[in-house]
């Protein structure tokens, strides 16, 4: 057994000597490719060792004193040793292969190594010498501490810096910079130099006597010379070494090392390519500059307050507290409180300086809308922690804004709405740490501004101005619900902008904004017209023209009953859709009017009582495209007896030319006054399309076929070289009648008056 | 009768006698999960099962860090608009135009059962003309000016992606942080996490309007409140002349009558809730102790005589129009402005299958002044850095035509892999564009936040823990942003 563990101990030696040759030669070691693998074994080997010599220090410790345990004591350290100088030994073969961070790995090598040598140390000492057992607790308390410290070092260069105490350490406050305030070389360049090149080119390594840390420091350059040159196309040194392939020597930042992003190298290269400017801050660079969106990005626009005073008394808030004047913490543990005041009738000065128990812990206070006094601002210059202040459309005049000056951290103050004047406003400027003022409305000239804005730091929102902008006003709403009347009825037009004028027409023309004549609740409904009305006012553009039929049906028929039908697709509620007193919009669709195509419509009205009617109002439709025309022909018959019928009106309405409007089409029939207790009506659809409509369709059909045909040759095509067949459309295989019978014109009708 | 009445009250009280013992169940099971091994493994799950008791873990009714943003203004784009045509450029789709969408771009991604069986998806390049605006140099189609003209206020969100495809989950989603229907809505969540500001409105309010493009529904399942207490719900606004109906007093009835019958009411409804204890009781005396507030509160606020008229210019004169966007919007920022912390804007008519140029030219005049105008508005008045705007739909469209595609006309399908969103004012950065789509506009390739990280932010931004507003119902705690989400900090300024 001794034997044994002599040769073990012999060969431990060996590989110890070996590895302190190799330790001292390692910068001239070239590793072939089959020891790599020997190399790549040392994360798996690093667990024995660590075990083993745990295993030993619990051992001595908690072992009960007796004949093997002298032994087994020794075993385990002589193991622990053997793992331990050739897991250093993987580890120096593995510290040869590139990507590691050599700084990390320089240390990690060292106490591996030294872990190795005490170890054997250890044993030769504690085989050779009999030494005490307090010894052996206090060196393997030592061994333990070295044994974390290098595992933890190899950690770091596995895991990244401080693996270990990361989830417990607090992460380092980054200083918050403004982007208002923010330098383009300190608070953008730097941090980039800082992030990636200053490990090595810092005052202590200086690698290449280049030293990055300040900016007198970089403008010196290294032993190559200055770092740039905007005279040279590639910017010079710095760019040229960036831009090198990473696998070249001159690379930087070198091989193993972190990496710029696309986006730091554009912030150097456009940081040089602009003159590499010390003092600039980023908010004089252009609004479309790259370096300032980039800057952008990456800074804060808001910097975090911090409120350091104590918080008030939770039962004065409390008491304070009510649904006028709310009060909060602006966050759950915060002293900071925001005060809001709503509802105008119920604030008053007492309102106001019954804060006072709380006037050091108001940050922000809302009195938007509040009849806020003049005097009041000396109340609230004691809220002396106030950073906003809302006076918007208050009661105050400015004269004593000079008050507030007393806010030491006052940064953005409302005064939208007020009486406050350009000359008040000049002692804002005063006003240690004011950042925005919103001065929208309230009367101050754009001259008058912009002397208050070239003096000082502050922000004046101006907000939009309406001089010079014209925009378009909406159509007049025809409030009627109604648009057949039975008796006169008013108009009722109306505009919700204030001042506006409504122009209308009874006559179908199209009113114009100066000659027509202007609405003053005095139209009535007494007969059929068409309304054509649009809203006028100085300042603005006229509105669109918006228009609606208005009918009278002074004698509402009691049935009416068609005596040919209707096509069964637009058959609405038959006869009882003529006299139902609605009128529908002029979508065919709507499902409320009658169409007919096939018959001529012909209806029979029945009034119980005779009338004497003087006309007949028919309400069409016409839509080209949907081939509904007015009809050819109206014949209106009446009489007291239905079986002698006289023909009372014959008209043909005037034919659709090109260019007519689809819209609705009321024909009206006067005829001269006659007793009835029926009427009549036949309407002829027109035989035929025009001729005009006709051309376009065919000139139409033939370019369809024709894009057809190309189609299909391209799909052809497509299919000789192997793409998916496109199927042929079925053809139409319906009759030639039936498809003429698709060309016949339609007459389309929803409602009949009579008068 | 009377057998009646006593057989009631036998039943109510056995009802209660149950719910107390059901109650003690409760407690004793959760507390035997405190025995020694299942604490051990407990700690390593939940990992405050030892600090805190769980009903004291949320302070409601303030936020849990100092906010950005203290509201926010939702300008919910219902129907999905097309973010091809309105911000996120793609000259490939033109210079491809008609030509097949690679299997390489599409890799055998769910579509909707619209084009599913088309046997082409042919590229539609945009028929609109894009510029580069502000800062961040933003590109915007021509189909929105007011909107280009302050691009140097918003942050846009070109990587949104949703996981619904059709338009009722992906809104349900949007809204509620699932695409089952029976969550609360995100402006119930921020009332239940952070209270009303101003007692005499309430919370949430939703405010509707119509497009002329083709509409998808909305409904009041967006602004339940769910789980949450009822108080929390989304108080819809009507959209004619008068937003909230019946709000005077009726003849014969005088402000000290009308109190003194919610008083005795009160009382009534009082007594019945120390019998019964059901919540729903107090919520019911809240809300109409609100109700009486509202009726002074809100006139003065839906009046709009009092706006001047460059107001009028800003917005457009159809915001003076009941039920219009633009009237939506200058009523929202008067509401945000009087303390409401959530106000939902909804408008209908984005869904353009078909006839995509004609109908998002339309619906772009709708919205773009006045969305616009909002921010510009809010600016001026200090407003905008304490208000969060949002606008977006509740997904994007497809790259590929849906139907037959012409030279100049196109439809678009779903898609819920990319969508740009806009947000304004509250904390958000300014003037930059977040996120990038490929060169098709199909897929995200860089920074891709999710519905769950957008809700993330928007409660980090009103100083909200989104994984600390929770709520318990049946059994397990719920959160807006279900069990993911993460706060997108690049957005945050």
Same mark, same amino acid.
């Given at each position: 057994m001794t034997r044994w563990k002599n040769a073990f101990f012999n060969i431990t030696f060996a590989l110890n000597c070996l590895l302190l040759f190799l330790l001292l030669l390692s910068d001239k070691m070239v590793i072939p490719a089959w020891l790599q693998v020997g190399g790549r074994m040392h994360p798996l080997l690093l667990h024995f060792p660590i075990a083993l010599i745990v295993l030993y220090v619990l051992w001595i410790l908690f072992a009960v004193s007796n004949s093997h345990y002298k032994q087994i004591a020794s075993d385990l350290l002589l193991l622990s040793s053997i793992t331990s100088v050739i897991t250093a030994l993987c580890g120096l073969l593995l510290s040869r292969e590139p990507g590691y961070d050599p700084d990390a790995l320089q240390t990690h090598k060292w106490a591996g190594s030294i872990i190795a040598f005490l170890l054997i140390f250890w044993y030769w000492i504690s085989t050779a010498k009999n030494v005490s057992r307090w010894f052996n607790i206090s060196a393997s308390f030592v061994m333990l501490i070295t044994i974390i410290v290098a595992g933890d070092l190899g950690a770091a260069i596995t895991h990244g810096e401080n693996f270990l105490m990361a989830p417990i350490t607090p992460e380092k406050e980054r200083k918050t910079v403004l982007f208002e305030e923010a330098f383009v070389y300190a608070d953008v360049v730097q941090p980039v130099l800082e992030a990636k090149c200053l490990s090595c080119h810092n005052s202590k390594k200086a690698k290449g006597e280049l030293v990055m840390e300040t900016a007198g420091l970089l403008l010196k350059g290294g032993k190559d010379g200055r770092l740039w040159d905007t005279t040279k196309a590639d910017l010079g040194l710095l760019m040229q070494r960036i831009h090198l392939p990473e696998d070249e020597k001159e690379h930087m930042p070198p091989s193993g090392k972190p990496q710029l992003t696309d986006e730091e190298m554009v912030i150097l290269e456009r940081w040089i390519k602009g003159g590499a400017d010390m003092n600039k801050k980023v908010i004089e660079l252009p609004p479309s500059d790259t370096l300032r969106t980039i800057a952008y990005k990456r800074l804060k626009a808001f910097s975090e307050e911090k409120y350091d005073f104590t918080a008030a008394n939770e039962n004065t808030i409390k008491k304070l507290n009510n649904t006028n004047r709310v009060i909060y913490p602006i966050a759950a543990k915060s002293p900071a409180l925001v005060v809001n005041f709503y509802n105008s009738p119920y604030f008053g000065s007492k309102q106001l300086a019954e804060l006072a128990d709380i006037d050091q812990q108001v940050v922000e206070l809302n009195l938007s809308k509040m009849p806020v006094k003049d005097e009041d601002l000396k109340t609230i210059a004691r809220f002396t922690n106030l950073r906003t202040l809302n006076l918007n459309y208050s009661a105050i005049t400015g004269n004593t804004l000079d008050q507030l000056k007393k806010l030491p951290l006052l940064k953005s103050l409302s005064l939208t709405g007020t009486a406050v004047t350009a000359k008040q406003l000049a002692v804002l400027q005063e006003f240690p740490k004011l950042r925005s003022v919103f001065i929208w409305n309230t009367g101050i000239s754009p001259t008058a501004l912009a002397a208050i804005n070239k003096q000082g730091k502050i922000h004046f929102e101006t907000g939009f101005d309406a001089a010079g902008v014209v925009m378009k006003l909406t159509p007049p709403i025809i409030a009627n619900g109604d648009s057949i009347v039975t008796k006169p009825v008013a108009v009722q037009l109306k505009h919700y902008v204030p001042g506006t004028a409504i122009r209308y027409t009874t006559d179908g023309t199209d009113p114009d904004s100066i000659s027509s004549p202007i609405f003053k609740n005095d139209l009535q409904v007494q007969k059929m017209f068409e309304l054509k009305t649009r809203a006028v006012k100085p300042g603005w553009y006229s509105s669109d023209v918006v228009s609606r039929y208005f009918f009278t049906s002074r004698y509402v028929p009691d049935s009416i009953e068609l005596l040919k039908p209707a096509d069964a697709k637009y058959k609405a509620k038959e006869g009882r859709t003529l006299n139902d007193l609605v009128k529908s919009d002029p979508g065919r669709g709507s499902g409320k009017w009658l169409g007919f195509r096939d018959n001529n419509l012909e209806a029979l009205l029945f009034f119980r009582q005779p009338i004497p009617a003087t006309s007949v109002i028919l309400s069409t439709l016409r839509?080209?495209?949907? #081939?509904?025309?007015?009809?050819? $022909?109206?014949?209106?018959?009446?009489?007291?007896? &239905?079986?002698? #019928? !006289? #023909? *009372?009106?014959? *008209?043909?309405?005037?034919?659709?030319?090109?260019?007519?409007?689809?819209?609705?089409?009321?024909?009206?029939?006067?005829?001269?006054?006659?007793?009835? $207790?029926?009427?009549?009506? =036949?309407?002829?659809?027109?035989?035929?399309?025009?001729?005009? #409509?006709?051309?376009?369709?065919?000139?139409? %059909? =033939?370019?369809?076929? !024709? =894009?057809?045909?190309?189609?299909?040759?391209?799909? &052809?095509?497509?299919?000789?070289?192997?793409?998916?067949?496109?199927?042929?459309?079925? %053809?139409?295989?319906? $009759?030639?009648?039936? &498809?003429a019978k698709d060309e016949k014109p339609w007459i389309f009708i929803d409602e009949v008056m009579v008068n | 009768m009377e057998k009646d009445l006593a057989n009631k009250k036998f039943v109510m009280n056995k009802e209660f006698f149950e719910h107390r013992l059901n109650m003690n169940r409760r407690r004793f099971l959760s507390r035997l999960s405190l025995g020694i091994g299942s604490a051990a493994l407990g700690s390593l799950l939940i990992p405050d099962l030892f600090q805190s008791k769980e009903e004291e873990a949320l302070i409601t009714g303030l936020p849990d860090f100092a906010p950005k943003a203290k509201r926010i203004i939702y300008l919910f784009q219902n129907g999905a608009p097309s973010q091809l045509d309105l911000f996120d450029y793609k000259p490939m789709l033109q210079t491809m135009h008609g030509e097949d969408l690679p299997a390489s771009i599409r890799m055998g991604q769910r579509l909707t059962g619209m084009t599913a069986n088309q046997k082409k998806f042919p590229l539609a390049g945009t028929t609109f003309k894009f510029s580069e605006y502000g800062q961040a140099r933003?590109?915007?189609?021509?189909?929105?000016? +007011?909107?280009?003209?302050?691009?140097?206020?918003?942050?846009?969100?070109?990587?949104?992606?949703?996981?619904?495809?059709?338009?009722?989950?992906?809104?349900?989603f949007f809204q509620t942080g699932a695409q089952v229907g029976n969550r609360a809505s995100m402006g119930s969540w921020l009332s239940y996490g952070l209270g009303s500001e101003n007692k005499n409105l309430p919370a949430f309010c939703v405010l509707l309007s119509k497009g002329k493009g083709n509409g998808q529904g909305v409904y009041s399942k967006l602004w339940s409140n769910g789980f949450l207490d009822s108080i929390h719900q989304g108080v819809q606004f009507s959209s004619g002349e008068n937003p909230v109906l019946y709000l005077n007093n009726p003849e014969g009835m005088d402000k000290t009558d009308r109190r003194r019958m919610l008083d005795k009411l009160a009382e009534l409804n009082q007594e019945n809730y120390s019998e019964f204890g059901d919540p729903e009781i107090s919520t019911k005396i809240q809300? +109409?102790?609100?109700a009486y507030r509202m009726q002074t509160a809100v006139p003065d606020i839906t009046d709009m005589k009092k706006e001047p008229e460059s107001i009028i210019k800003m917005y457009g004169a159809e915001s003076l129009v009941p039920g219009t966007f633009a009237a939506n919007c200058l009523l929202a920022r008067k509401l945000s402005e009087n303390g409401v912390r959530f106000v939902q804007l909804y408008h209908q008519g984005w869904d353009a299958h078909d006839n995509l140029p004609g109908q998002i030219k339309g619906q772009c005049k709708d919205v773009d002044q006045a969305s616009a105008a909002l921010i510009t508005d809010l600016k001026q008045r200090g407003l905008l850095d304490e208000t969060l705007v949002i606008w977006g739909g509740e997904f994007g469209r497809t790259n590929y035509c849906q139907g037959k595609l012409a030279k100049d006309n196109y439809g678009r399908d779903h898609h819920p892999r990319c969508f740009t969103v806009w947000m304004a004012g509250g904390g958000v950065k300014p003037g930059i564009v977040h996120g990038e789509t490929d060169e098709f506009g199909y897929n995200i390739v860089k920074n891709p936040v999710h519905v769950h990280d957008f809700h993330a932010t928007i409660l980090n931004l009103m100083g909200l823990d989104h994984e600390k507003l929770v709520y318990k119902h049946q059994g397990r705690r719920y959160r807006l942003t279900d069990v993911s989400g993460k706060v997108v900090k690049d957005l945050i300024a």
């Open positions: 839509d080209v495209k949907g #081939l509904i025309f007015p009809p050819a $022909s109206v014949e209106i018959w009446g009489g007291t007896d &239905k079986n002698k #019928l !006289k #023909l *009372l009106m014959h *008209l043909s309405p005037k034919p659709t030319v090109k260019g007519d409007p689809n819209d609705n089409f009321p024909i009206t029939c006067e005829f001269a006054p006659t007793n009835v $207790s029926f009427i009549k009506i =036949i309407a002829k659809p027109i035989s035929k399309i025009p001729a005009w #409509l006709k051309d376009e369709r065919e000139k139409a %059909k =033939i370019e369809e076929a !024709k =894009i057809k045909k190309a189609e299909l040759e391209k799909a &052809k095509k497509e299919k000789v070289k192997g793409a998916e067949p496109i199927a042929e459309k079925s %053809k139409d295989k319906r $009759s030639a009648a039936e &498809k | 933003a590109t915007i189609s021509e189909l929105l000016p +007011y909107t280009a003209s302050v691009v140097d206020d918003l942050c846009i969100v070109k990587s949104m992606f949703t996981e619904a495809i059709n338009h009722d989950p992906a809104l349900t809300q +109409y102790e609100m």
